[in-house]
Nanobody, 126 residues
């Protein structure tokens, strides 16, 4: 059973940067796609970014494209989300998710059914 643990959230001023991390207990055949979602009070959960563990172009939702970058450190079983140029509307609980796709192009928060989720880490932009 894959366990995901997020870390690195916090409070930052608008325009600043923050990096959140997601450590996976293991990489098994059950996962080859990892993603980041966020949810703020009163809003629906939003898929932010996703990365295929075998390589390729990561996916970003339009609102973060050019400001956020998702990356993978396979040696550490860790996925990062580097967030630059943060805006107040980026304030949310950020969740890491992992799942399996049969086509790398399907590794997006919209098209992937993620079976594993972390507990979330809060990001507040003031």
């Amino acid at each position: 059973h894959v366990q995901l643990v997020e870390s690195g959230g916090g409070t930052v001023q608008a325009g600043g940067s923050l990096r959140v991390s997601c450590g996976a207990s293991e990489y098994t055949e059950s996962i080859n796609c990892m993603g980041w979602y966020r949810q703020s009070p009163g809003k629906e959960r939003e898929g932010v970014a996703a990365i295929y563990l075998g390589g390729g172009v990561p996916y970003y939702t339009d609102s973060v494209n050019g400001r956020f970058a998702i990356s993978l450190d396979s040696a550490k079983n860790t996925v990062y989300l580097q967030m630059d140029g943060l805006k107040t509307e980026d304030t949310a609980m950020y969740y890491c998710a992992a799942g399996r796709v049969y086509d790398p192009s399907a590794c997006t928060p919209v098209t992937t059914v993620f079976g594993y989720w972390g507990q979330g880490t809060q990001v507040t932009v003031s």
